[in-house]
T-cell receptor, first 112, second 111 residues
Framework: DGGITQSPKYLFRKEGQNVTLSCEQN?????MYWYRQDPGQGLRLIYY???????QKGDIAEGYSVSREKKESFPLTVTSAQKNPTAFYLC???????????FGQGTRLTVV | EDQVTQSPEALRLQEGESSSLNCSYT??????LFWYRQDPGKGPEFLFT???AGEEKEKERLKATLTKKESFLHITAPKPEDSATYLC????????????FGRGTSLIVHP
């Protein structure tokens, strides 16, 4: 079945540590995105990528980094510079930039 | 700055009680408007895309409509399984083409 897979589902991090969230898609989509969702807020864009080896900052990129070395994969690293990393992180892909998006099941990150 | 406002924030309905959710937007030019459904603890699921005023799309008990300033998601005779958060996202004609999401409407349908 085609889809988009995020792992892990739950992640706990100690303050000062970097963590990497995985996102893989087998939909052959060119565009991929990372969003952050906090209670009572809409989805906020962290980074997006239109093609392999290219990515752009979104509205809240500070403290995050990404790579797009393969079409299928778009990992997100939450660095120690991110002041408030506890949140629900969503990865998505779409056939073209800004078209209807298909989302993964999310990773809930908690800083302990 | 593009803005997307969804109302109400939360809505409780009895099973069979029809209602509408609203998504109002201010963009320099609309390229597309998207509706998604999100269940608790899961990623959003795509429902509809609307492109121009007057357009309507239907899926089971849901119908989405679009005007020049807002979109409505009409829910006819809802069932408890329609309970979810409904998200609206608006894509402006200029800029990066990345849609801006509203905060969503949390719908609870009681049996």
């Amino acid at each position: 079945d085609g889809g988009i897979t995020q792992s892990p589902k739950y992640l706990f991090r100690k303050e000062g540590q970097n963590v990497t969230l995985s996102c893989e898609q087998n939909l052959n989509h060119d565009a991929m995105y990372w969003y952050r969702q906090d209670p009572g807020q809409g989805l906020r864009l962290i980074y997006y990528s239109q093609i392999v080896n290219d990515f752009q900052k979104g509205d809240i990129a500070e403290g995050y980094s990404v790579s797009r070395e393969k079409k299928e994969s778009f990992p997100l690293t939450v660095t120690s510079a991110q002041k408030n990393p506890t949140a629900f992180y969503l990865c998505a892909s779409s056939p073209g930039l800004g078209t209807e998006a298909f989302f993964g099941q999310g990773t809930r990150l908690t800083v302990v | 700055e593009d803005q997307v406002t969804q109302s109400p924030e939360a809505l409780r309905l009895q099973e069979g009680e029809s209602s509408s959710l609203n998504c109002s937007y201010t963009v320099s030019g609309l390229r597309g408007l998207f509706w998604y459904r999100q269940d608790p603890g899961k990623g959003p699921e795509f429902l509809f895309t609307l492109y121009s005023a007057g357009e309507e799309k239907e899926k089971e008990r849901l119908k989405a409509t679009l005007t020049k300033k807002e979109s409505f998601l009409h829910i006819t005779a809802p069932k408890p399984e329609d309970s979810a958060t409904y998200l609206c996202a608006v894509q402006a004609a200029g800029g990066s083409y990345i849609p801006t999401f509203g905060r969503g409407t949390s719908l609870i349908v009681h049996p």
